[in-house]
């Protein structure tokens, strides 16, 4: 007869073997031919086209999406658990979806996985560079602009958000319709915010903050995934299969030099708003009332708040952006991440790439914000980048988080770790190495996402520079563009 100790490890076995047969998802939120389907929504199944039919994918159960390890014996947490719509990711809404065969990819498994193309998705597509949005031309400058506010005020046309929380209520899913670039917003908020349920003082700290997108190993995999399921909707919106995200390099800058109207707007100093000059100065927040949602217990459903606020170097904690040092100074870690893998894990290149650890000592001091995190508090600690669930809403958060992810492919290449340094239990919830990655479907998991690019098929302009004669200095120094008379040149400092 088995022990106690053995049925745990064959449920882990099981559910590490359903999550590998599971690799071949994509996008999120969800598809609006699901949405519209009462069928479908009462059914719990999303499984539109026969998922693609033979040959491309099946209709099957989802696996479940978050560890036994959190069914805990704290009665007040696992009340919580139960109540987050965001735990076992996403049985709340859909529990039968298409899993697609190959490199096909999608919630019909009518595209390719990313770095793929063809009727039969086996020809590998030429390598897209992102660039450093200070080397763009200024028609590759204007293109990705106009893209940005086409995207921002088009209607999403393929996807819904859900506006209503279901457990704790038990209510039937609403769906409702955003624009593109909202979608891409909402889905950041969706990760980071309260989990929206009333706690105990005793669990506050799990039910008030629990980000399934921060705070945890899955940090870097979470955000690549991001990036690449927004940069494929804009090549959408563009037309363009080659339109790539550019990055923005914020070593050593003494100020933001990509806050002006030439780039992502100049601000009023007052209210931090974007001045008339700026071609995002209309731009509308949404999910910005966090204080609000968090006393009704309300989810964020997609309607205009306010205009994008940023206030760079006017935080008095932050009045200075990375350094290239301290950048190297991560990357020299080598341990991806440590335990307890939050945010008291010292001498871990991901929690100090994401910004908890003091840079000198790199252990946990609760007062440091370093590397990604200084970034976003620059901006001002009231500001869009600056609050969270809110900072996807700043067309500045998507090239900062470019380069973020371009120092996690620094990390990558230089180390070139085996998937077993990420963890496979007792990292926050959703971010151990086969869970679900919150808010996307169909189910993405973050072992997908520990690859070097190449494997999806870009690459960086710095990192390309690095490979080349120069090499051996680009290690070691960096290149900071400077603005003389509208010319940027090129100036290399050690």
């Not at 998922?51 to 704290?74: A, F, K, M, Q, W």
């Amino acid at each position: 007869m088995p022990t106690a100790g053995s049925e745990k490890m064959f449920s882990r076995v099981l559910l590490v073997l359903c999550t590998l047969y599971w690799l071949n998802f994509t996008w999120a939120q969800f598809p609006k031919v699901c949405t519209e389907n009462n069928e479908s929504v009462r059914i719990k199944e999303c499984c539109p086209n026969n998922c693609g039919g033979p040959g491309r994918g099946e209709c099957v159960r989802l696996p479940n999406g978050t560890y036994d390890e959190y069914r805990t014996n704290d009665a007040e947490k696992q009340r919580l658990q139960i109540l987050d719509d965001r735990h076992n990711w996403p049985h709340v809404f859909f529990e039968r979806g298409c899993r697609c065969h190959g490199n096909f990819d999608s919630y019909d498994c009518t595209e390719c996985k990313f770095g793929y193309m063809g009727n039969d998705c086996q020809t590998k597509r030429p390598k897209l560079v992102r660039k450093n949005i200070k080397m763009l031309t200024p028609k590759e400058r204007e293109d990705y602009f106009n893209v940005l506010n086409k995207a921002k005020k088009m209607n999403e046309s393929e996807f819904s958000i859900v506006i209503n929380t279901v457990r704790p209520q038990n209510e039937i899913p609403i769906f409702t319709n955003v624009s593109a670039y909202n979608r891409f917003a909402w889905m950041y908020y969706y990760a980071a915010r309260d989990a929206l349920v009333n706690c105990t003082d005793s669990a506050s700290g799990f039910c008030n903050i629990n980000d399934f997108a921060h705070e945890g190993s899955g940090f870097p995999t979470w955000h690549r995934a991001h990036l690449l399921i927004w940069e494929r909707a804009l090549q959408k919106i563009a037309k363009n299969d080659s339109l790539t995200i550019p990055y923005w390099d914020w070593r050593d800058q003494q100020n933001c030099d990509v806050c002006n109207d030439v780039y992502f707007g100049e601000n009023e100093p007052i209210t931090g708003h974007l001045d008339k000059g700026s071609r995002f100065s209309d731009w509308q927040m949404i999910c910005w009332q966090l204080g609000k949602y968090h006393l009704e217990h309300e989810l964020c459903d997609g309607r205009a708040e306010d205009r994008i606020i940023r206030l760079p170097g006017q935080n008095s904690q932050i009045r200075q952006l990375p350094t290239g040092k301290e950048v190297e100074r991560v990357l020299n870690l080598t341990d991806y991440d440590t335990y307890p893998y939050g945010t008291t894990a010292n001498d871990s290149f991901r929690n100090a790439f994401e910004g908890f650890l003091n840079l000198k000592s790199m252990t946990f001091d609760g007062v440091s914000h370093e590397v990604h995190n200084n970034v976003h508090l620059y901006m001002g600690a009231n500001s869009t980048m600056g609050i969270v669930p809110s900072a996807a809403n700043d067309p500045l958060f998507i090239s900062h988080h470019a380069y973020v992810d371009l120092i996690f492919e620094r990390w990558l290449r230089k180390h070139n770790p085996s998937i077993s340094v990420f963890p496979s239990k007792n990292a926050p919830p959703g971010h151990n190495r086969y869970e679900s990655m919150v808010p996307f479907f169909p189910v993405r998991i973050h072992e997908e996402f520990f690859k070097q690019s190449t494997e999806f098929g870009y690459d960086y302009q710095e990192l390309i520079d690095m490979s080349g004669p120069v090499g051996t200095c680009a290690i070691q120094c960096h290149s900071i563009y400077v603005m003389i008379s509208g010319i940027a040149i090129l100036t290399l400092v050690g």
